[in-house]
């Protein structure tokens, strides 16, 4: 049920200049989707009754991957005036009339779940606290805000790093840049706020100290899993988290019934699904929304983006983006699968196979060393090794059709547009341009022209000449070459 008394507020609107990237910080990826995209998810799991989002740097690309997550999101513009107290601040002015608690969340910080944020309210309403603050406790502190509390443990205030004194640097305790506010609370205290710091910026966190200053409750919840609380400001902090949240997303599918033989070079998107009974294999990645059916083996040294993979399937080294395959289906070793295959029940792409916008129909099998490219393969068809569907003209492509239990030699070329029909055979070599009737054997027939000596005459001196020479003469001493 939607809680009427909480809206979300997430920071989104930073430079991040210590990413050294074009792309937005909030844009980076890990697991399947944008830093915020992780932070939007879990959002959208408290059921709040508002969900904003604050944006500056690089607006309308920020804007737009918001939207196209989480479409019921409000995109707030923050002005000129820096700092995540103004952040707020704009955000607060579109929440006009509403009473309830404020979770903010920043748009860097992908690891909070919804359970930890679901028990961080719940302890701000039970504590009756004007405002609450997320901590953790950490070994190396460096680059976050200190939490500084008074002799009795009560929190005074919060420091920023470069604002710091030596001795508030030592501290251990950081901000985790994650509060609930009550909206009133905001709304008094956040118009005091200056800009007087190293940065020249609207501190968020110069709203404890008012409120305390003015006798209300600051209440501070320690997060028992400081991991949780990690931010990215650069790109080995990226790295880092992407590998925490992967580690979490393997050891998930691991308790749902996966079997997954090396967490440490598997990788899952959140995005992903993955079946009771699945086994993954090592130097796996399983990517995007791809979906693994009961009982299927994908790997090792294979790569799935956004896939379905049936029950019982089997895909070893394979590369596949945007394909289906079907139930039993044996995909690899060393195949390439494009965009648009499909691979029907019980079907086989095989070694050093290429498909692309391709059906390959139940039970056919596609073994070795071809390229299949926007053909449509019937059922209970056998590709011989080296077939080849010659799908571009220089202008334009064209399709193949393969009907039902077709059999081609080794070595076949299939120029399109071409159909072969159903029950057809071709022979080794054939290249075919026209189509094939059913039940027809289709042949591509040169005479083989023997030329005696040529080598011996062309090619003087050379080893092949040599042993040619001996052969000739060998064959002419044989009881068919002496004298009666």
């Not at 400081?226 to 790295?239: F, I, W």
Request: charged share 20%; proline share 4%; hydrophobic share 40%.
């Amino acid at each position: 049920m939607t809680d009427t008394q909480l809206a979300i507020v997430i920071l989104a609107a930073g430079q991040g200049t210590r990413m050294r990237s074009s792309l937005p910080k909030v844009l980076h990826r890990i697991s399947g989707l944008p830093l915020v995209g992780h932070v939007l998810g879990t959002a959208q799991a408290l059921d709040a009754a508002e969900v904003l989002v604050v944006v500056r740097h690089e607006r309308e690309q920020v804007a737009a991957a918001v939207s196209e997550i989480a479409p019921d999101a409000r995109i707030v513009d923050q002005d000129e005036v820096p700092g995540t107290g103004r952040a707020v601040e704009v955000a607060l002015a579109q929440l006009d009339g509403f009473d309830g608690d404020v979770l903010v969340l920043s748009g860097d910080v992908p690891l909070l779940d919804a359970a930890t944020l679901g028990s961080f309210v719940a302890g701000h309403r039970s504590a009756q606290a004007a405002v609450t603050l997320m901590t953790a406790v950490v070994d190396d502190p460096n680059g976050y805000g200190r939490v500084i509390r008074n002799d009795a443990g009560d929190v005074e205030r919060i420091v920023e790093q470069k604002d710091a004194t030596a001795a508030e640097r030592a501290v251990a305790e950081i901000n985790a840049g994650v509060y609930v506010f009550r909206a009133a609370t905001l709304r008094e205290h956040l118009p005091a706020v200056g800009t007087d710091n190293a940065q020249g910026e609207k501190y968020l966190t110069d709203v404890p100290a008012l409120v305390r200053r003015a006798g209300g409750r600051v209440a501070a919840s320690v997060v028992g899993d400081a991991t949780v609380t990690l931010g990215v400001n650069d790109r080995a902090q990226l790295s880092d988290v992407g590998r925490l949240l992967n580690a979490r997303t393997v050891r998930r599918w691991q308790l749902e019934g996966a079997t997954i033989l090396d967490p440490a070079t598997t990788w899952i998107d959140v995005t992903a699904t993955l079946a009771q009974d699945v086994t993954v294999l090592p130097n796996t990645h399983i990517l995007r929304a791809t979906t693994i059916g009961e009982g299927a083996i994908v790997g090792p040294d294979t790569s799935l983006v956004d896939c379905e993979v049936g029950e019982r399937a089997v895909v070893r080294r394979a590369d596949a983006t945007l394909a289906v395959i079907g139930a039993d289906a044996n995909v690899g070793p060393f195949a390439y699968l494009r965009p648009g295959t499909y691979l029907g029940d019980g079907g086989k792409i095989g070694t050093f196979v290429e498909t692309k916008n391709s059906t390959i129909g139940t039970g056919s099998k596609v073994p070795h060393l071809s390229y299949i490219g926007d053909t449509t393969i019937g059922r209970g068809v056998n590709l011989g090794a080296g077939a080849i569907t010659a799908n571009y003209d220089d202008l334009t492509k064209h399709r193949t059709e393969i009907g039902d239990e077709v059999h081609s030699g080794s070595h076949n070329v299939f120029v399109a547009p071409v159909r072969i029909g159903d029950g057809a055979k071709t022979g080794a070599g054939a290249v075919i341009r026209k189509d094939v009737p059913a039940g027809a054997l289709a042949l591509s027939v040169a005479p083989q022209r023997n030329i005696e000596g040529w080598v011996e005459k062309n090619r003087p001196g050379t080893a092949a000449a040599d042993v040619a020479s001996r052969s000739a003469q060998k064959a002419g001493d044989g009881p068919q070459g002496q004298e009666g």
